[in-house]
């Protein structure tokens, strides 16, 4: 019997303390593709997941008192040893090309750990005695309301999106409700499914040529009609086909003086890079293969011809698989191994028209029975491509084999589904069999579409969301969906594995290691409650009866998850819909109602973007006061986000303000970064951030305060933190956002704000103001959380020039110098966003367009590209010499000399500008010393890759120019001394 309620703390363990450094280190664990991903990621394509143990930290601190033990808390969200030194070991293994004696960490990954019923009662005992209640408004993937659920509360799963409340059922609800009792089910579902659906696709696929040899994946190339000769073009980027040198050669036919009839290519594979064929398409002009035209062809024109339907299919490689019989010592038969193999295509395998006349045959009927989608891909879409490049229906997205497939699939599927409504068998646990078996065909549409790739280093299949686009792929692979021999239907098989690890995980507390393991059931108290509906409006749940709300709200314009998940949606409604009708009902996903910056509503208006951000600002503030309503008064609510733009934290904020709440605490997690010291080929954020709410108190003052007073608060809030953060292993762009969380506490608390001092009307129109756009008359006094924000990155900026210029009698760096500083500090890398880039050159007082674009850095679409010492000479961009318009552009010159000429050169320029012992120099060269990437030749292996790779080639040369003339007076850079501590 459960004991009475008493009250919970005012103070939860989530707004004093949080173990960010292990929750990044072991959620970076988790992510890792070396070891298998949980089981709720798997099952499904979901396009944003934050780890399971972030989920479940984030819970249980929302819910646990202040005192709670630190090492219990680590205990229960499955930490059991020290992920931040396993993970240093596992850097130092990479930079140093050792394998592991035995495993790397001395734990089970967290997410593994369920907490056990003694451990269950005793978290009850301390959130007050009766079983708590967590909501998550817009669940997704389903990694809160799953981690809830184990840990013994009552959870509340909402999401908008049909798609996203059946990956949800069958993650959490499903396995609750009948647990072992599933598996026998699908199994029996699967293996009817699979005999009717071997014996209608058997012939589509060509016999393989060799004896004991079965295709595995065939790779075709789109083609389109040369304008200028009429040849027949194969598209493919590049022709690579695995790591080890194999390539294709692409021979063109009939061309010439002699030439008669239908100009095209064939193939052969060559074992050497060198002997590869030029890619036929870049930046999505292609080029004619043929010797006697070799034109260039408009992207244009490739896209009239597939809008026209003339663009085509070629086939110009085959993988297979050899099956090799080994004998034992015995002399009898062992297991038999079986080798990958590569050919070129063979006249025998274009079965083409075959297959043309049977879709032909079968589309009638499949759409008589609505088997197959017949919905048009939309029009008003933020990605335009697949109609750009002449797919208007969803299905166009197939190619006709793979069409068939899926066709086939869905109309066994709901043969089996009828069949068993006419005998009475559809029990609720055959529907949920169903539902599993709908989604291991959504697994091979994911990986069978004209929308995948072939992955030559890795030798695989990169399905169609390997990004979260529909970005047109001009060579696709296609995967065999049968295999006669290799036993099973690889999806159908990982999708079992997944109900076996998700019926165990969420077996929660019905275990304890006592005598001979007996069974002991906790209280079923708790329950899973899923809706799917606007989370603006969650009628089924009482005023003031949840505990706490925590929630991964969508980001912005980060990703359009109802334009990404009609890809799914038009074919589950054509299966999972047969026995789960209710979350099928409209013709594709709900665009309107969904919380995002949706530009695509606004097309055709005047400033769309700024339209779009107001309208997720208002949609977010709809969604945090439905969860003010239902929460306790003393209830938390643990929002995640992460956004590199700061309009998006602005539209976030101002709408959890606008619903009534405070921030009381903020920390940041970092959830998705590999090694630390990795640079990238393009800056991106790997925190995530936990902003920690309350509703605001009845006896909070509504009288406005000045800027000017809490200005200095929100500074100090973030000189307090930003050390605690840094030394938890947050770095770059992430300590940015990190320090978002403290100016947005401080914000919170004294809002409403106004300034005392009117703002000047802003001169700039090139880059027009969100005021102008809505047509709005602009207001000097307004004050808005991106204030908080530009003060929190100010103060960054100040702390991590005073870490990056330590030398004896430190110079300040001039704006231009301090912005290239600091722009490699945070992003760690050439490419970055240029709103960011541009909300930096603010908080270092430079003047992006007048003082940098051109000079030291370029624009490229929505980027900034910062340019090393070559090619700023190359493009005139550098000052003078002496520093006297920026000390970067002396540094630049002795770099650029020292790369092209000498290192004594480098230095007697120097000495020609008087600068050998001046101190704004020696602190603008240990600044960029600190920040570029290093070279091979100081750290023993390439750190810098792609456009990083010139910069690299700047810091050679000036950690060399320092040892010849400067040692004395410069520091050595510690970033080296970090990397050689990691190769210890």
Same mark, same amino acid.
């Given at each position: ?802 870490? $990056?210029?330590?030398?004896? *009698?430190?110079?300040?760096? =001039?704006?231009? @110098?301090?912005?290239?500083?600091? +722009?490699? %500090?945070? !992003? ?103 920040? $570029?990437?290093?070279?091979? *030749?100081?750290?023993?292996? =390439?750190?810098? @890759?792609?456009?990083?790779?010139? +910069?690299? %080639?700047? !810091? ?29």
């Amino acid at each position: 019997m459960m004991k009475e309620e008493k009250p919970m703390s005012d103070v939860r363990l989530i707004e004093r303390w949080l173990p960010i450094a292990q929750i990044g280190a072991e959620g970076v664990r988790e992510r890792t593709p070396m070891t298998p991903f949980p089981a709720p990621n798997r099952l499904h394509v979901w396009w944003a997941r934050r780890p399971l143990v972030a989920a479940r930290a984030a819970v249980l601190a929302s819910l646990l008192p202040e005192n709670t033990n630190h090492d219990e808390f680590l205990r229960l969200i499955g930490i059991h040893g020290d992920p931040i030194a396993s993970r240093r070991r596992i850097d130092r293994a990479k930079r140093s090309g050792d394998r592991f004696e035995g495993e790397a960490y001395s734990y089970k990954r967290a997410f593994t750990y369920s907490p056990t019923a003694s451990e269950l009662e005793s978290i009850l005992k301390n959130v007050g005695g009766k079983v708590p209640s967590v909501l998550d408004p817009t669940a997704g993937g389903g990694s809160i309301p799953f981690e809830s659920l184990r840990l013994g509360f009552s959870s509340y799963a909402n999401d908008l999106n049909p798609v996203a409340a059946t990956i949800l059922s069958a993650t959490i609800d499903m396995p609750v409700k009948h647990g072992d009792k599933l598996l026998p089910e699908y199994k029996a579902v699967t293996e009817e499914f699979i005999r009717r659906r071997e014996a209608s696709i058997r012939s589509l696929y060509p016999e393989e040529p060799t004896k004991d040899s079965l295709p595995t994946n065939y790779l075709w190339a789109r083609t389109i009609t040369c304008p200028y000769c009429a040849g027949k073009i194969p598209l493919s980027p590049n022709w690579k086909l695995n790591a080890a040198g194999l390539g294709v050669r692409v021979v063109p036919q009939n061309y010439g003086e002699n030439a008669d009839g239908e100009r095209y290519c064939t193939f052969q594979l060559v074992d050497r890079p060198e002997d590869h064929s030029e890619g036929t398409v870049s930046d999505g002009d292609a080029t004619c293969p043929y010797p006697d035209c070799a034109r260039v062809i408009d992207g244009q024109e490739v896209k009239q011809q597939a809008q026209h339907g003339e663009m085509g299919d070629q086939l110009f490689a085959v993988i297979y698989k050899r099956k090799i019989e080994k004998r034992l010592k015995s002399g009898k038969l062992g297991k038999p191994k079986w080798e990958r193999g590569y050919r070129a295509p063979l006249p025998s395998d274009d079965n083409a028209s075959q297959l043309s006349d049977l879709l032909a045959e079968q589309i009638p009927e499949w759409e008589a029975f609505d088997s197959i989608p017949n919905e048009e891909y939309p029009s008003n879409t933020n990605d335009d491509r697949p109609r750009q490049y002449g797919m208007p229906l969803w299905r166009d997205m197939f190619s006709p084999r793979q069409l068939l497939c899926h066709g086939y699939a869905s109309t066994i599927f709901r043969e089996m589904v009828e069949e068993d409504l006419a005998n009475d068998r559809l029990s609720d646990v055959r529907r949920c069999a169903y539902v599993y078996l709908s989604f291991a065909l959504d697994k091979l549409r994911d990986y069978n579409s004209r929308m995948t790739r072939w992955i030559p280093n890795r030798e695989a299949t990169a399905n169609t969301f390997d990004r979260h686009d529909f970005a047109f792929k001009f060579s696709y692979a296609e995967m065999v969906m049968m295999v006669e021999g290799a036993e099973y239907d690889w999806t159908i098989d990982q999708v079992e594995k997944c109900i076996e690890e998700l019926i165990a995980l969420t077996r929660v507390g019905d275990y304890s290691e006592g005598p001979l393991f007996q069974e002991t059931r906790r209280s079923k108290e708790s329950e899973f409650t899923l809706s799917a509906k606007s989370g603006t409006s969650l009628d089924h749940i009482e005023d003031g009866s949840i505990d706490a709300v925590v929630m991964d709200p969508p980001y912005g314009a980060n990703v359009m998850y109802a334009e990404l998940s009609d890809f799914f949606y038009v074919w589950l409604k054509r299966t999972a819909g047969l026995v789960a009708p209710e979350l099928f009902t409209r013709r594709l996903t709900d665009k309107q109602a969904e919380a995002v910056a949706n530009k695509a509503h606004f097309k055709g208006q005047k400033g769309a973007d700024a339209l779009a951000n107001r309208d997720y600002q208002e949609k977010m503030a709809a969604i945090f006061a439905e969860c003010r309503r239902v929460l306790k008064p003393n209830g938390i609510m643990t929002v995640m986000f992460t956004h590199k733009d700061t309009s998006a934290w602005d539209a976030l904020t101002t709408g959890l303000i606008e619903a009534g709440f405070i921030i009381t605490a903020s920390w940041p997690v970092n959830t998705e970064a590999e090694g630390s010291l990795h640079i990238k080929d393009k800056a991106a954020a790997n925190s995530t951030i936990f902003l920690v709410c309350r509703p605001r108190p009845a006896e909070q003052s509504d009288e406005t305060t000045y800027w000017e007073d809490v200005e200095p608060l929100v500074a100090q809030a973030v000189r307090t933190r930003v050390e605690e953060f840094q030394k938890a292993g947050i770095g770059g762009v992430d300590l940015y956002l990190a320090s978002f969380g403290p100016a947005l506490e401080e914000f919170s608390r004294h809002w409403p704000l106004k300034r005392g001092t009117p703002r000047p009307e802003p001169l700039a129109k090139k880059r027009r103001k969100q005021a102008e756009l809505f047509e709005e008359e602009f207001d000097p006094y307004a004050v808005t959380p991106e204030d908080a924000l530009d003060a929190a990155r100010r103060e960054v900026k100040t702390w991590r020039l005073n870490q $990056l210029t330590h030398t004896k *009698g430190r110079a300040d760096l =001039d704006p231009t @110098t301090s912005w290239f500083v600091l +722009a490699w %500090d945070a !992003f760690k890398a050439p490419v970055f966003s240029y709103d960011e880039g541009l909300r930096l050159a603010r908080a270092v007082g430079a003047d992006l367009e007048g003082q940098l674009i051109g000079r030291l850095c370029e624009k490229k679409g929505s980027d900034i590209k910062l340019w090393d010492s070559a090619t700023r000479a190359a493009k005139s961009g550098l000052g003078p010499a002496d520093g006297s318009r920026a000390m970067i552009d002396a540094i630049h010159h002795a770099a650029h000399r020292g790369r092209t000429r000498t290192l004594e050169g480098a230095l007697d320029l120097l000495k020609d500008a008087g600068l050998e012992n001046d101190p704004q120099f020696l602190a603008a060269l240990e600044a960029v010393l600190e920040v $570029l990437p290093p070279s091979r *030749g100081f750290v023993g292996f =390439d750190v810098a @890759t792609g456009d990083a790779k010139s +910069a690299a %080639d700047d !810091f050679d040369a000036l950690e060399k120019l320092r040892r010849l003339a400067f040692s004395d007076k410069v520091d050595e850079p510690q970033q080296l001394s970090l990397f050689a501590e990691e190769a210890v």
